[in-house]
T-cell receptor, first 109, second 114 residues
Framework: GENVEQHPSTLSVQEGDSAVIKCTYSDSASNYFPWYKQELGKRPQLIIDIRSNVGEKKDQRIAVTLNKTAKHFSLHITETQPEDSAVYFCAASMDKVIFGPGTSLSVIP | EAGVAQSPRYKIIEKRQSVAFWCNPISGHATLYWYQQILGQGPKLLIQFQNNGVVDDSQLPKDRFSAERLKGVDSTLKIQPAKLEDSAVYLC????????????FGPGTRLTVT
Protein backbone atom coordinates (compact mmCIF):
# COMPACT_ATOMS: atom_id res chain seq x y z
CA GLY A 1 0.00 0.00 0.00
CA GLU A 2 0.86 3.69 -0.08
CA ASN A 3 3.65 4.91 2.20
CA VAL A 4 4.45 8.57 2.82
CA GLU A 5 7.75 9.73 4.28
CA GLN A 6 8.37 13.26 5.51
CA HIS A 7 11.53 15.19 6.35
CA PRO A 8 12.68 16.78 8.51
CA SER A 9 10.80 15.66 11.61
CA THR A 10 11.64 18.93 13.34
CA LEU A 11 12.56 22.29 11.86
CA SER A 12 13.52 25.51 13.58
CA VAL A 13 13.85 28.79 11.66
CA GLN A 14 14.25 32.45 12.47
CA GLU A 15 11.27 34.68 11.87
CA GLY A 16 11.36 35.97 8.31
CA ASP A 17 13.35 33.03 6.97
CA SER A 18 11.94 30.35 4.66
CA ALA A 19 11.00 26.81 5.64
CA VAL A 20 10.93 23.78 3.37
CA ILE A 21 9.38 20.40 4.18
CA LYS A 22 9.80 17.47 1.82
CA CYS A 23 7.70 14.35 1.33
CA THR A 24 8.02 11.23 -0.77
CA TYR A 25 5.32 8.73 -1.65
CA SER A 26 5.43 5.19 -2.94
CA ASP A 27 2.26 4.69 -5.01
CA SER A 28 2.67 6.25 -8.45
CA ALA A 29 -1.14 6.17 -8.83
CA SER A 30 -1.58 8.81 -6.10
CA ASN A 31 -3.09 11.92 -7.63
CA TYR A 32 -3.91 14.29 -4.78
CA PHE A 33 -1.45 15.78 -2.31
CA PRO A 34 -2.81 17.93 0.54
CA TRP A 35 -0.89 19.63 3.32
CA TYR A 36 -2.43 20.04 6.75
CA LYS A 37 -1.37 22.26 9.64
CA GLN A 38 -2.07 21.16 13.19
CA GLU A 39 -1.53 23.56 16.06
CA LEU A 40 -1.02 22.14 19.53
CA GLY A 41 -4.21 20.59 20.84
CA LYS A 42 -6.20 21.50 17.75
CA ARG A 43 -7.55 19.68 14.72
CA PRO A 44 -5.65 19.43 11.41
CA GLN A 45 -6.63 22.07 8.86
CA LEU A 46 -5.92 22.10 5.15
CA ILE A 47 -3.52 24.85 4.12
CA ILE A 48 -2.83 23.97 0.48
CA ASP A 49 -3.26 21.04 -1.89
CA ILE A 50 -2.08 20.06 -5.35
CA ARG A 51 -3.32 17.60 -7.91
CA SER A 52 -1.14 15.43 -10.09
CA ASN A 53 -1.76 17.42 -13.27
CA VAL A 54 -0.13 20.51 -11.73
CA GLY A 55 3.56 21.00 -10.94
CA GLU A 56 3.33 23.96 -8.62
CA LYS A 57 0.72 25.91 -6.68
CA LYS A 58 1.09 29.06 -4.63
CA ASP A 59 -1.11 30.80 -2.07
CA GLN A 60 0.39 33.95 -0.59
CA ARG A 61 3.39 32.83 1.51
CA ILE A 62 2.80 29.13 0.95
CA ALA A 63 3.72 27.11 -2.13
CA VAL A 64 3.77 23.43 -2.98
CA THR A 65 5.76 21.74 -5.73
CA LEU A 66 5.21 18.25 -7.12
CA ASN A 67 7.65 16.03 -9.02
CA LYS A 68 5.64 13.02 -10.17
CA THR A 69 8.62 11.32 -11.80
CA ALA A 70 10.59 11.33 -8.56
CA LYS A 71 7.43 10.85 -6.46
CA HIS A 72 8.15 13.73 -4.14
CA PHE A 73 6.48 16.98 -3.21
CA SER A 74 7.50 19.88 -1.02
CA LEU A 75 5.95 22.65 1.04
CA HIS A 76 7.61 26.05 0.99
CA ILE A 77 6.75 28.76 3.51
CA THR A 78 8.34 32.15 2.94
CA GLU A 79 8.67 35.07 5.36
CA THR A 80 7.85 32.80 8.30
CA GLN A 81 5.98 34.23 11.27
CA PRO A 82 5.62 32.93 14.86
CA GLU A 83 2.03 31.88 14.10
CA ASP A 84 3.39 29.45 11.51
CA SER A 85 4.71 27.33 14.39
CA ALA A 86 2.80 24.03 14.28
CA VAL A 87 3.03 20.45 13.07
CA TYR A 88 2.66 20.11 9.31
CA PHE A 89 1.47 16.87 7.70
CA CYS A 90 1.77 15.98 4.06
CA ALA A 91 -0.51 13.35 2.58
CA ALA A 92 -0.90 11.39 -0.62
CA SER A 93 -4.13 10.03 -1.98
CA MET A 94 -5.64 7.99 -4.73
CA ASP A 95 -8.70 6.36 -3.22
CA LYS A 96 -7.71 6.98 0.39
CA VAL A 97 -5.55 9.55 2.12
CA ILE A 98 -2.29 8.44 3.75
CA PHE A 99 -0.61 10.95 6.03
CA GLY A 100 3.09 11.42 6.62
CA PRO A 101 4.49 11.40 10.17
CA GLY A 102 4.62 15.18 10.46
CA THR A 103 7.15 18.00 10.78
CA SER A 104 7.21 20.15 13.88
CA LEU A 105 8.05 23.69 12.77
CA SER A 106 9.20 26.28 15.27
CA VAL A 107 9.57 29.91 14.17
CA ILE A 108 11.81 31.82 16.55
CA PRO A 109 10.94 35.51 16.94
CA GLU B 1 -21.67 26.22 8.07
CA ALA B 2 -21.51 24.03 11.15
CA GLY B 3 -18.36 21.96 11.45
CA VAL B 4 -17.81 18.29 12.22
CA ALA B 5 -19.05 17.46 15.69
CA GLN B 6 -17.60 14.76 17.93
CA SER B 7 -18.39 13.52 21.39
CA PRO B 8 -17.21 12.96 23.97
CA ARG B 9 -14.15 15.22 23.90
CA TYR B 10 -12.33 13.25 26.56
CA LYS B 11 -12.69 9.72 27.89
CA ILE B 12 -10.74 7.76 30.47
CA ILE B 13 -11.37 4.04 30.78
CA GLU B 14 -9.63 1.00 32.17
CA LYS B 15 -8.20 -1.66 29.89
CA ARG B 16 -10.69 -4.33 28.82
CA GLN B 17 -13.58 -1.86 29.10
CA SER B 18 -15.55 -0.72 26.09
CA VAL B 19 -16.00 2.79 24.71
CA ALA B 20 -17.91 4.44 21.89
CA PHE B 21 -17.32 7.66 20.02
CA TRP B 22 -19.86 9.62 17.99
CA CYS B 23 -19.40 11.83 14.94
CA ASN B 24 -21.77 14.10 13.05
CA PRO B 25 -20.27 15.22 9.74
CA ILE B 26 -20.90 18.44 7.85
CA SER B 27 -24.30 18.35 6.18
CA GLY B 28 -24.10 17.06 2.63
CA HIS B 29 -20.69 15.44 3.01
CA ALA B 30 -20.85 11.95 1.55
CA THR B 31 -17.48 10.73 2.80
CA LEU B 32 -16.67 10.18 6.47
CA TYR B 33 -13.34 9.12 7.93
CA TRP B 34 -12.17 7.90 11.32
CA TYR B 35 -8.51 8.41 12.18
CA GLN B 36 -6.40 7.38 15.13
CA GLN B 37 -3.68 9.87 16.05
CA ILE B 38 -1.13 8.70 18.58
CA LEU B 39 0.87 11.46 20.22
CA GLY B 40 3.69 12.62 17.95
CA GLN B 41 2.42 10.79 14.88
CA GLY B 42 0.33 11.56 11.84
CA PRO B 43 -3.34 10.57 11.63
CA LYS B 44 -3.79 6.90 10.71
CA LEU B 45 -6.90 6.06 8.71
CA LEU B 46 -9.03 3.44 10.46
CA ILE B 47 -12.11 3.40 8.28
CA GLN B 48 -13.61 5.39 5.43
CA PHE B 49 -17.32 5.50 4.53
CA GLN B 50 -18.95 6.68 1.34
CA ASN B 51 -22.54 7.38 2.35
CA ASN B 52 -23.34 4.31 4.47
CA GLY B 53 -20.96 1.92 2.72
CA VAL B 54 -17.41 1.07 3.79
CA VAL B 55 -14.78 2.12 1.24
CA ASP B 56 -11.70 1.08 3.22
CA ASP B 57 -11.21 -0.54 6.60
CA SER B 58 -7.89 -2.24 5.95
CA GLN B 59 -6.24 -0.68 9.02
CA LEU B 60 -9.13 -1.20 11.43
CA PRO B 61 -8.30 -3.83 14.10
CA LYS B 62 -11.52 -5.69 13.52
CA ASP B 63 -11.11 -7.99 16.51
CA ARG B 64 -11.75 -5.04 18.82
CA PHE B 65 -12.83 -2.04 16.72
CA SER B 66 -16.12 -1.61 14.92
CA ALA B 67 -17.77 1.31 13.17
CA GLU B 68 -21.03 2.09 11.50
CA ARG B 69 -22.55 5.02 9.71
CA LEU B 70 -26.22 5.31 10.44
CA LYS B 71 -28.32 6.23 7.40
CA GLY B 72 -25.25 7.70 5.74
CA VAL B 73 -24.99 10.60 8.20
CA ASP B 74 -23.83 10.10 11.82
CA SER B 75 -21.20 7.53 12.66
CA THR B 76 -20.06 5.66 15.75
CA LEU B 77 -16.71 4.02 16.42
CA LYS B 78 -16.53 1.40 19.16
CA ILE B 79 -13.63 -0.28 20.91
CA GLN B 80 -14.26 -3.47 22.85
CA PRO B 81 -12.19 -4.44 24.77
CA ALA B 82 -9.77 -1.53 24.99
CA LYS B 83 -6.01 -1.99 25.33
CA LEU B 84 -3.40 0.40 26.69
CA GLU B 85 -2.08 1.02 23.16
CA ASP B 86 -5.48 2.38 22.11
CA SER B 87 -4.71 5.59 24.01
CA ALA B 88 -4.83 8.25 21.31
CA VAL B 89 -6.92 11.03 19.84
CA TYR B 90 -9.68 9.73 17.59
CA LEU B 91 -10.43 12.17 14.82
CA CYS B 92 -13.48 12.15 12.63
CA UNK B 93 -13.38 13.97 9.30
CA UNK B 94 -15.77 14.47 6.42
CA UNK B 95 -15.51 15.57 2.81
CA UNK B 96 -17.79 16.14 -0.15
CA UNK B 97 -16.41 13.16 -2.02
CA UNK B 98 -13.77 10.48 -2.07
CA UNK B 99 -10.13 11.20 -1.30
CA UNK B 100 -9.36 14.23 -3.46
CA UNK B 101 -11.56 16.66 -1.64
CA UNK B 102 -10.61 18.76 1.38
CA UNK B 103 -11.22 16.92 4.62
CA UNK B 104 -12.75 18.84 7.50
CA PHE B 105 -11.75 17.46 10.87
CA GLY B 106 -13.71 17.41 14.09
CA PRO B 107 -12.14 18.40 17.43
CA GLY B 108 -11.31 14.79 18.25
CA THR B 109 -11.86 12.55 21.25
CA ARG B 110 -8.86 12.06 23.51
CA LEU B 111 -8.96 8.51 24.87
CA THR B 112 -6.82 7.44 27.79
CA VAL B 113 -6.74 3.74 28.65
CA THR B 114 -5.33 2.96 32.10
Amino acid sequence: GENVEQHPSTLSVQEGDSAVIKCTYSDSASNYFPWYKQELGKRPQLIIDIRSNVGEKKDQRIAVTLNKTAKHFSLHITETQPEDSAVYFCAASMDKVIFGPGTSLSVIP
Amino acid sequence: EAGVAQSPRYKIIEKRQSVAFWCNPISGHATLYWYQQILGQGPKLLIQFQNNGVVDDSQLPKDRFSAERLKGVDSTLKIQPAKLEDSAVYLCASSLGLADYEQYFGPGTRLTVT
